[in-house]
């Protein structure tokens, strides 16, 4: 008997990802691995300066690249891990769920292996989204 092919969802935003697949003892999802970001440094921001005597916060536009680039080494942590998965042979299929620019960052770091496996993907972010209600997202995504 052919056993049915249950297709691993990474769900990921710029700080957090898991991986969901369907239950095998019910029809929910369940989570089976969560990956984080490293905290960044304490204290002001990166690219936040204080003026003076008024204390007038002033933005030098460092920190947002500073930002963006912490969410970049995160994208590039969560496709390793999809690429390290891929190697080891434990993925036939993948599906993607990440907010436009984190999935875009996922995509482009992916191994040509791993980009093979890649069945679907979706512009969303789920990463809050409970177990229990993300059958409604997920269903119409394991089909395809």
């Excluded at 969802?9 to 697949?21: E, K, T």
């Excluded at 960044?40 to 030098?60: D, L, S, Y």
């Excluded at 997202?137 to 394991?142: A, K, M, T, V």
Aim: hydrophobic fraction near 40%.
């Amino acid at each position: 008997m052919i056993k049915p092919l249950r297709t691993p969802f990474v769900i990921a935003d710029a700080s957090r990802a898991r991986w969901v697949q369907r239950s095998e003892q019910a029809d929910d999802f369940v989570t089976l691995k969560e990956l984080r970001a490293s905290n960044q440094a304490h204290g002001h921001p990166t690219g936040v300066a204080f003026e003076g005597h008024t204390g007038q916060r002033f933005n030098i536009g460092e920190r947002d690249a500073a930002v963006r680039e912490h969410h970049l080494r995160f994208a590039e942590d969560v496709a390793e891990a999809i690429n390290a998965e891929t190697e080891a042979g434990l993925t036939e299929r993948l599906v993607v769920i990440a907010q436009a620019r984190m999935l875009g960052a996922i995509r482009q770091r992916l191994h040509p292996r791993a980009s093979a496996r890649l069945a679907r993907t979706l512009s969303k972010d789920l990463t809050k989204t409970p177990d229990h209600e993300l059958g409604a997202w997920l269903r119409r995504l394991e089909r395809a």
